[in-house]
């Protein structure tokens, strides 16, 4: 087992030139402040990494995990041709919140709209990211300009504050081949925040996550069941 530890004032180093244009338009504070593109970390993971690192899976702290992390890497084998990331969706409204102003102007959009037919948008708690793809992924890496995040933001009325995830869901909403969307009880989410905030006539519609939980997330410091 080798572990390699990383300095993260030197990744994000690297990172800011990268990830400054869409930082405005995903991150909490107000304008562009380098130590926030950590949060990027993940969007341009495949710039920074030495290339001998195919694979790797990037995942929150708020984690437990109920099976072996290992069988998590077997994911990677069921991605489709042109996919590069394997994320789970979202599982509260916070996106049909978020892209207000798009629904109102398309009502018969699958944008924000829950599973099985919606598009919920992601959350970045357990991620797997292909490095190889997406360095070779010419769509993703067009995508990572500041040009077209420019465009993609206006497209869709899009601010968000949650930095990585908000980027993956609104070029999931443009560009879903470039996902694997990974099973729910992969990233169970426990969060229930947006029950309480508005949305608790279709809260459970986007909540809900069938099968045996592999890893829970206790999102928004929400407390994880005991075993």
């Not at 130590?35 to 694979?55: C, N, W």
């Not at 996106?95 to 970045?124: A, I, M």
Request: charged share 25%; hydrophobic share 35%.
């Amino acid at each position: 087992c080798q572990v390699i530890v990383h300095d993260v004032n030197e990744l994000t180093e690297k990172l800011f030139p990268i990830v400054e244009a869409m930082q405005k338009h995903f991150s909490a504070g107000l304008g562009t402040y380098y130590s926030d593109s950590i949060f990027f970390l993940s969007v341009a993971m495949h710039r920074i990494m030495p290339k001998e690192i195919t694979q790797i899976i990037q995942v929150d702290l708020d984690l437990k995990y109920k099976t072996n992390i290992r069988d998590l890497f077997d994911e990677f084998d069921n991605f489709p041709e042109g996919a590069v990331i394997g994320i789970a969706r979202e599982m509260q409204p916070v996106y049909r919140h978020t892209f207000w102003q798009y629904r109102r102007e398309n009502p018969q959009t699958k944008v924000g709209e829950p599973p099985p037919d919606g598009l919920p948008g992601f959350n970045s708690g357990v991620l797997l990211l292909n490095l190889e793809a997406m360095r070779q992924s010419k769509l993703y890496n067009q995508l990572l300009e500041p040009t077209m995040v420019q465009k993609l933001t206006e497209k869709y009325h899009f601010k968000g504050h949650l930095g990585d995830q908000d980027f993956f869901t609104m070029v999931g909403m443009e560009h879903p081949e470039l996902f694997h969307v990974l099973d729910c009880t992969w990233n169970r989410q426990l969060c229930t925040w947006w029950r309480d905030h508005g949305y608790s006539d279709v809260f459970d519609q986007y909540f809900q996550c069938e099968g045996e939980v592999k890893i829970y997330h206790g999102n928004c410091n929400t407390p994880i069941p005991e075993d």
